[in-house]
């Protein structure tokens, strides 16, 4: 049976190339985990595992000002605060609060700065986000975005919806400073001025 031999002939060595060719993908993917560098461990706030560190935004910041610079873009800093905080720790309890709002709101932010920048919790409900590359419209755009994102969402505690607002601070760098402290106070003293009316966006004034 020649043919049957060639059929069986052929179906080996093919069987040897797939063979083979594995072999090579597999120690290509070795060669390439073994010299490329690691990359280090983002430090996430420990209280619910969800947000990044203050210590975290600190690295980051400094980080995305090297290219920055180079480039002669600028990095956006918000500053958030939820509305009427203390009312519902009140009404609800700090420990119902922990274990409902607080990660649902932090997971919404999360949510909302995706394909932006990163978010990272400054308080027990304050949250700042860093967003490299937008300019003055685009930032308070992006501020605006963050602000109907809280406005629109409905929080559920105990089988009861609830509407729970947030006021955004933005400065930016190196308008507002040529630091990350002096960038992060800019926009905390605009999201204090935001806390005047609530619900609000207010930018740093240069």
Not at 57 to 66: I, N, P
Not at 70 to 80: E, K, Q, S, T
Not at 81 to 89: G, S
Not at 117 to 131: F, K, N, T
């Amino acid at each position: 049976m020649p043919g049957d031999y060639g059929k069986f002939a052929a179906a080996v060595v093919d069987e040897r190339r797939v063979r083979a060719r594995d072999h090579l993908d597999r120690s290509i993917d070795l060669h390439v985990l073994e010299v490329a560098p690691s990359k280090p461990a983002r430090d996430v706030d420990q209280k619910f595992g969800i947000l990044l560190s203050a210590r975290q935004a600190q690295h980051d910041f400094d980080g995305c000002v090297e290219f920055a610079r180079a480039l002669g873009n600028p990095i956006v800093v918000m500053f958030l605060d939820l509305d009427n905080f203390k009312a519902l720790n009140s009404r609800f309890t700090n420990a119902k609060v922990d274990q409902t709002i607080l990660p649902e709101v932090q997971r919404l932010a999360l949510k909302v700065v995706q394909g932006r920048g990163d978010a990272y919790l400054h308080g027990g409900d304050e949250m700042v986000l860093i967003a490299p590359n937008l300019d003055d419209d685009e930032a308070r755009a992006f501020a605006e975005k963050v602000r109907r994102t809280f406005e629109g969402h409905k929080f559920v505690v105990d089988g009861e919806a609830l509407s729970i607002t947030v006021c955004v601070g933005v400065a930016s760098w190196p308008v507002h400073g040529s630091s990350y402290g002096d960038v992060l106070e800019a926009a905390n003293r605009a999201q204090v001025n935001a806390e005047r009316t609530r619900n609000a966006v207010v930018v740093a004034a240069r």
